[in-house]
Nanobody, 126 residues
Framework: QVQLVESGGGLVQAGGSLRLSCAASGRTFSVYVMGWFRQAPGKEREFVAA????????LYADSVKGRFTISRDNAKNTVYLQMNSLKSEDTAVYHCAAGYDYGSSRYATDSLYNYWGQGTQVTVSS
């Protein structure tokens, strides 16, 4: 079992920045691919970003590419999502997730991920 706890969400003005953190506990963190997903009210959950267990491969949704950066610190069992140039459409609950790494072609697929955090709310005011 892996437990995931997100933090760092909040209210920010459009154009601002936030950094989300996801702390993992339980089984060995370093073997998992880590992803960030988000869900806005009335919308389906969507992929945001993912990072391989080594940190050497990352994948981003087109909507956040160039604005968001995913990173991880395996020594701290933590994955981060740096969000810059935030837009009102980024408003959502952000969840981190962990899964076994079967290759980057599956990183955007939520069925890859076995463990999910409860989420942290990000609200961007225009």
């Amino acid at each position: 079992q892996v437990q995931l706890v997100e933090s760092g969400g909040g209210l920010v003005q459009a154009g601002g920045s936030l950094r989300l953190s996801c702390a993992a506990s339980g089984r060995t963190f370093s073997v998992y691919v880590m992803g960030w997903f988000r869900q806005a009210p009335g919308k389906e959950r969507e992929f945001v970003a993912a990072i391989s267990w080594t940190g050497g491969t990352t994948l981003y949704a087109d909507s956040v590419k160039g604005r968001f950066t995913i990173s991880r610190d395996n020594a701290k069992n933590t994955v981060y999502l740096q969000m810059n140039s935030l837009k009102s459409e980024d408003t959502a609950v952000y969840h981190c997730a962990a899964g076994y790494d079967y290759g980057s072609s599956r990183y955007a697929t939520d069925s890859l991920y076995n463990y999910w955090g409860q989420g942290t709310q990000v609200t961007v005011s225009s």
